[in-house]
């Protein structure tokens, strides 16, 4: 059987709560909705140019030739779906999807690869109605593309040793404002100063990262037991920065005017000013208290 390697856009498309959907319409109904919504899909996938690989119980992988058509596809797919007034004592059925572009491995119609192994994990990621792809898929866009995107979290996918930039398609026109982000050239010509007692620290272009820990080879130590030994990141990103929580006890973001932020296994992005508790929200104990400042 022959096998061929070429690039991709990989997308799985899986419909949520299955086991509810059977446990309340039985067997035979479950399995009919099932299936009249696999097959809404199949028929999406292939107006939009692509191929249905495969369908794996209640969820289904298909290829495009390029990621535009898979968004299109994705996106066409969820607006049908959330659109449908279900006849009485049927629910409404969402889907997750997850999207990737990258090398593949074909072989007897099916696909293999990296792309496929992270199209499928972004989807186990995504919530209802999400479509997550990632900054690698976003590049292939090219720079023409007008998808409205909101950054999720930059996160290591199981069985990958680097981490990704996760994004969010926004597909819905419901008229509300919301927090985008499309990729951008870093722009941000200045820094951010760490401060800690008596010692600086600066992340800037030349240092886009400061790890802060309890660990001996972070960049800013934090000899405390409620702080992790890597407990926490500054990263600068398409020119704004960004704390990483990567802690047990989490971390508290404080800034005048403003409620403070606990992050715990999260990012958010930093104000101009303020402070950084790691492991504790006393804002007191100047041994887990790190002050920040974007110049």
């Known amino acids: 059987m022959g096998t061929r390697s070429n690039k991709k856009s990989v997308l799985f498309v899986d419909i949520c709560g299955s086991t509810g959907i059977y446990e309340n319409l039985g067997d035979s109904g479950g399995h009919d909705l099932i299936d009249r919504v696999l097959a809404q899909i199949q028929v999406n996938v292939r107006a939009n140019g692509g191929r249905v690989v495969k369908t794996i119980g209640d969820e289904i992988m298909a290829c495009f030739w390029h990621p535009f ?14 659109a449908e007034r279900p006849r009485p004592g049927l629910p409404l059925v969402a889907v997750h999807s997850g999207l990737e572009h990258g090398e593949v491995v074909e ?32 590049d292939a866009l090219g720079p023409d593309n007008d998808e409205t995107l909101r950054h999720v979290i930059r996160t290591s996918l199981r069985g990958k040793s680097e981490e990704m930039e996760v994004y969010e398609v926004l597909w819905e026109d ?61 990263e600068l990103r398409r020119g704004k920065f960004f704390l990483v929580d990567k802690s047990t006890n989490g971390t508290f973001i404080v800034s005048a005017g403003k409620a403070p932020v606990y992050l715990n296994y999260d990012e958010s992005l930093l104000p101009g000013q303020g402070i950084i508790i790691l492991g504790s929200d006393n804002e007191s104990d100047q041994n887990v208290t790190v002050r920040f400042e974007i110049n």
């Open 69 to 82: 058509y898979a968004l299109d596809a994705a996106k066409a797919i969820n607006l049908q779906l959330s």
């Open 107 to 138: 072989q007897g119609g099916d696909l293999f690869g990296d792309a496929v192994n992270i199209a499928a994990r972004l989807t186990t990621l995504a919530k209802p109605w999400q479509i997550l792809t990632t900054a690698k898929t976003i």
């Open 174 to 234: 419901d008229g509300l404002t919301r927090f985008t982000e499309k990729p951008q050239p870093l722009l941000h010509q200045g820094s951010l100063l760490l401060r800690q007692g008596n010692r600086l620290l600066e992340v800037s272009g030349q240092h886009p990262v400061a790890t802060l820990g309890r660990g001996p080879h972070n960049d800013l130590v934090i000899a405390d037991k409620g702080v992790s030994r890597w407990h926490a990141r500054v």
